[in-house]
């Protein structure tokens, strides 16, 4: 392995930005990102930090990061919730995805989370293929809502 993982800081939030919008642009969405390194300091670093991430840093360069933050369920407790697990293209196919996501599994254990959760598209083959290396329960019941006020 040629990489770190590591526990992300504000110094990484510009390289972190530039993947989350690599991201939208796979995703064909790329217009959709409203976010800024200013906003992203403030709700992770701010008085209030409502997220936290990890990065894979090579040769000094942020090459993928795992954005997360605590979610509560009234039914199992805390659970850890996967934002975004990002790796830049060049480096797809390198073990960077397997190492940010165990990594997630092991702050999971160690946290004292009941589970980890994340959400994929379901067009995402690749990611959908990766995931099933795991033992991951897809749900298919369940339909995301969001509401702009």
């Known amino acids: 392995m040629d990489f770190i993982i590591r526990q992300g800081e504000e ?14 642009a796979y995703e064909k969405a790329p217009h959709e990102v409203e976010n800024t390194v200013a906003m992203m300091r403030e709700h992770g670093f701010g008085p ?6 990890i990065v894979a840093e090579k040769a000094g360069k942020v090459i993928g990061t795992a954005i997360y933050f605590t979610k509560y369920s009234t039914w199992k407790g805390k659970k850890l919730f996967l934002e975004d697990l990002v790796v830049t293209e060049a480096e797809r196919g390198n073990q960077v995805g397997k190492a940010l996501f165990d990594k997630c599994l092991e702050m999971t254990r160690a946290g004292g989370y009941h589970s980890l959760v994340w959400q994929v598209l379901n067009w995402n083959e690749p990611a959908i293929n990766f995931y099933k290396k795991y033992p991951t329960a897809f749900d298919r019941e369940w339909i995301d809502c969001s509401l702009k006020p």
Request: hydrophobic share 50%; glycine share 4%.
């Open 11 to 24: 110094k990484d939030l510009p390289a972190v930005l530039g993947l989350i919008k690599e991201l939208a």
């Open 48 to 53: 209030e930090p409502v997220y936290k991430f």
